[in-house]
């Protein structure tokens, strides 16, 4: 056995004498842990055309320990390390002149691990894969001398449109998972999603907590396209395993050239003696890690985006409209949504792809829009939805640069979709895209996405490949737009949070939450996402209307308060005494946005077991980096008036508030407490010590 010290935490190499090698993790500080039970389970998790399956009832269920698996034997382990990092590199090598490499890297500060696994074809013939694990965790869990009866729980998150991250948890004994009394027959819970919204039912994250010995092992996966995530057990002994999704699952089957290798998508790994909040919160620092110099910031700006107010009927006319309205209240971005390029006839709805300006709602073109919205103080954005032709588009009939699934042309709902991967669908949304942007002066670019392709395409070995490859494709597109528009900010959105994974995400300098733009769930929704996204990125809408209460306003501008504030709405039609809850509200978001760009959240109270049913209240604590907090309290449906209490760390005061109409807000025994007379109501309080 070797053990490596990661920062605060060990990794874990077990070889068997037969060479075999499983991988694991435990807190650096842990004691009583034990290696000796179970059976070998490796650490890389690969499978070929032709191989043999698990003996157990495995076949079409998973590919775990798979013969090909088992025929991997360990040669070497490589630690590099320098002033800002740690790599470990564990190499294995099967009789049939196949070569892995386990890539862990550590960098120093950070409380999550960074994997991936490679592979090299070193043989002389070519050889078809078809499942490949990014990473393997096994042991566990090492605290207990046996299966750990009633101590093992699997958490996830759900997703479905417009309701992003609801956090399940189920006990292993739930999930069926025990061993079996003869410790035969493979237990497996799998779970991920095929197509190209990859947050379509789960996010790809697992943690399992072992709730006697108070360990989280937890990870989340950088999967664009087609991912799975299997809980497997054969003995005394729990694995996660992750990756791509495999040929059973998401049709992936891949061939390595003699001589020629692969790389996985990376997984976020780590492990802590903390609370699942802590522990949600430690895997954040890998997307900390990836930010780009411009993205480390302290403030963030405040949004205007006009798709609430017009509902897809942007205009000059209307958004000089909006400018002479909002102009002068601190909006730092002025974002035309969709419906720009509309047909006069058709519509915008399934026109995507072919990229016209309509001329009847913008007869200087945009260039002068633009033009207005700097002098209003404001940089401008535009949507697109590059990847897709609508059905009423004039490209809908370029069939040689669709994706087709066995020679037909794909079709989902109402679109089609550019195959990324070739050179003239560069070149069109070059020209379409990239030089539109350069040429009237935007800065900001919300890229869309409202439907999938599904298990895969042709034009690859298999139709989960070619899925790979066209999104992978998609991903250097939005890399060449950052490169090619000086100053240029990146809205990642798809049909809300359908993209809401680290590779994704990662691309981003903004993130849609939720499509869910004016509904009473919202800061639910926008809550649970700070579990799996940084705030700082997760844009989040604020939607006014001009028959919302006062204290609607500041529920709405509270709520957005969990991220990146987008208002919209009837900004027209509001009063007087609106405008100045609103312009309360926006100010008071730029005074607590150093705390949510740089801070961490603690939850309080019951779970919403409806997001549509809203019950008693839910409140958070952000305690930021600059020795200040943030409280945001929203009470749901309840009887009579409320007074809740939120624990808080010792020495805060009340700063600011900001509320509607009135609150009794103090602090006394550590805690801070608010009364409410009414639902759906929010109140927002910055304290300092």
Not at 46 to 60: E, M, N
Not at 476 to 491: N, T
Not at 508 to 534: G, M, R, T, W, Y
Request: glycine content about 8%; overall charge negative; some cysteine.
């Amino acid at each position: 056995m070797k053990i490596i010290s990661l920062g605060d935490m060990n990794a874990i190499y077990v070889i068997s004498p037969e060479g075999l090698v499983s991988f694991s993790m435990v807190p650096g500080n842990a004691d009583g842990a034990r290696w000796e039970k179970g059976r070998p389970d490796p650490m890389v998790q690969i499978s070929c055309l032709g191989d043999s399956s698990c003996i157990g009832f495995a076949a079409g269920m998973t590919r775990h320990n798979s013969g090909m698996t088992m025929s991997f034997t360990y040669v070497s382990q490589d630690v590099t390390e320098t002033d800002q990092r740690k790599e470990i590199t564990t190499t294995l090598k099967s009789p049939d002149g196949m070569r892995l490499e386990h890539v862990v890297i550590y960098k120093k500060g950070s409380r999550a691990l960074r994997i991936f696994t490679k592979v090299y074809n070193d043989s002389d013939t070519d050889i078809t894969i078809e499942a490949l694990s990014s990473m393997s965790l096994s042991g566990i869990t090492p605290f207990a001398g046996d299966e750990a009866t009633g101590r093992l729980v699997l958490h996830r998150f759900r997703s479905r449109w417009s309701a992003e991250g609801r956090h399940a948890q189920d006990s292993i004994e739930d999930l069926m998972l025990e061993p079996s009394w003869a410790r035969f027959g493979v237990r497996c819970e799998k779970f991920g999603t095929t197509g190209s919204m990859p947050i379509r039912g789960y996010f790809p994250f697992a943690a399992v907590e072992d709730k006697e010995a108070g360990v989280i092992w937890a990870m989340t996966l950088a999967a664009s396209s087609s991912w799975q995530i299997e809980a497997v057990r054969m003995d005394e002994n729990l694995s996660i395993t992750c990756g791509i999704a495999d040929y059973e699952f998401g049709h992936w089957r891949k061939v390595i050239e003699a001589g020629s290798s692969f790389a996985t998508p990376e997984c976020y790994v780590t492990v802590a003696a903390e609370d699942f909040e802590m522990v949600c919160d430690r895997l954040l620092d890998v997307q900390k890690d990836k930010l780009l110099d411009n993205q480390r910031v302290k403030d963030l700006p405040l949004f205007f985006n006009e798709y609430c107010t017009t509902w897809g009927e942007p205009s000059e006319e209307n958004i000089d409209k909006i400018l002479a309205v909002i102009k002068g209240r601190g909006y730092d971005y002025f974002v035309i949504d969709a419906g720009w390029y509309a047909d006069s006839v058709k519509g915008w709805q399934d026109n995507m792809g072919d990229w016209r300006v309509a001329s009847d709602l913008f007869p200087n073109g945009l260039k002068s829009v633009v033009k207005k919205i700097n002098d209003a103080g404001m940089k401008a954005g535009i949507w697109f939805e590059l990847e897709v032709v609508g059905k009423d588009a004039d490209a809908v009939t370029d069939t040689p640069h669709l994706l087709t699934r066995d020679g037909k042309v794909i079709i989902s709902g109402t679109r089609r979709f550019w195959d990324m991967r070739q050179k003239w669908v560069e070149d069109y949304l070059t020209k379409k895209v990239i030089d539109f942007l350069n040429d009237n002066g935007f800065k900001y670019i919300k890229i869309d996405y409202n439907d999938t392709i599904g298990i895969g395409c042709d034009g690859a070995e298999s139709y989960g490949e070619g899925l790979r490859q066209c999104v992978e494709a998609t991903r250097k597109f939005y890399e060449k737009i950052r490169r090619e528009v000086p100053g240029i900010a990146i809205e990642v959105c798809s049909s809300g949070g359908h993209r809401l994974e680290p590779g994704f995400m990662e691309l981003a300098d903004f993130l849609s939450f939720s499509d869910a733009h004016e509904e009473k769930e919202i800061p639910v929704i926008a809550a649970d996402l700070q579990s799996l996204i940084l705030p700082q990125k997760s844009q989040i809408w604020s939607v006014l209307r001009a028959s919302d209460p006062l204290k609607r306003i500041a529920y709405s501008i509270s709520a957005g308060m969990y991220g990146a504030l987008c208002i919209s709405g009837d900004v027209f039609d509001l009063s007087k005494e609106q405008w100045e809850v609103t312009d309360e509200g926006t100010a008071f978001y730029k005074k607590v946005s150093p705390i949510i760009a740089n801070g961490v959240t603690r939850m309080y109270g019951p779970f919403q077991t409806s997001n549509r049913a809203l019950k008693d209240y839910q409140a958070s604590v952000r305690y930021g980096d600059n020795g200040k907090a943030l409280a945001i309290v929203h009470t749901f449906e309840h009887e009579g008036p409320q007074e809740i209490e939120i624990p808080l760390e010792e020495g805060y005061v009340v700063e600011d508030v900001f509320e509607a109409e009135g609150h009794d807000i103090r602090i006394s025994d550590s805690c801070l407490k608010i009364g409410f007379d009414q639902a759906f109501d929010a109140v927002a309080v910055l304290l300092s010590r």
